[in-house]
């Protein structure tokens, strides 16, 4: 059974459910390279294949029940703009993180806002004890937000998703 997911509120921040509206307002910012430098994923082609990927996130479950889906667009409080997304998966007792901030809001403390809220959903929803995010060894912007939230290191060692590269994987108990 899914659960509903609901908008997070912060000082600086509202984060919305995905849906496939959302599409056309975040497609331009997904598109820019700058944001798949230590991803596998390339930028989308086309508005189709957002809308298409946000139609399953809207499930908010894989298919066989196992795992939530949980994502949120993330807008400013302040003028309404889009400035990334955050995402979850849920499932067994680990959350397993992402996040994405579009390059003209880096460094302004944006993403560690928006992750935080996530992570309290997660905790207080979810009753999930476990978080963790993989990131690359090079990305010192994702490795401080991490970090700064008191994600401890626990692992390095190749990357599965990228050939050639290395990954930390990091972890917090909630």
């Known amino acids: 059974m899914t659960r509903n997911l609901r908008s997070l509120s912060t000082t600086r921040l509202v984060l919305e459910p995905v849906t496939q509206a959302h599409a056309a307002p975040l497609f331009e910012a997904m598109r820019d390279p700058l944001l798949y430098r230590y991803e596998p994923r390339k930028p989308p082609q086309t508005l189709e ?3 298409a990927r ?3 996130w809207e499930e908010r479950q894989s298919y066989d029940g196992s795992s939530h889906w949980l994502n949120w667009a993330v807008r400013r409080r302040d003028d309404a703009a889009y400035i990334g997304l955050v995402q979850a998966t849920v499932s067994a007792g680990l959350a397993t993180i ?7 809001f880096w460094r302004m403390g944006y993403g560690k806002e928006a992750v935080a809220a996530m992570i309290a959903e997660i905790r207080d929803t979810y009753e ?7 990131v690359d060894v090079e990305n010192t ?3 401080g937000l991490l970090e700064s939230l008191r994600f401890k290191r626990v692992w390095t060692g190749p990357s599965e998703d990228q050939p050639g590269r290395t990954d930390h994987r990091y972890e917090s108990r909630l």
């Open 128 to 134: 999930t004890p476990l978080v963790q995010a993989w």
């Open 98 to 104: 992402g996040y994405t901030i579009f390059t003209p």
């Open 49 to 51: 294949n957002v809308r």
């Open 141 to 143: 912007a994702s490795i």
């Open 54 to 56: 946000f139609a399953l």
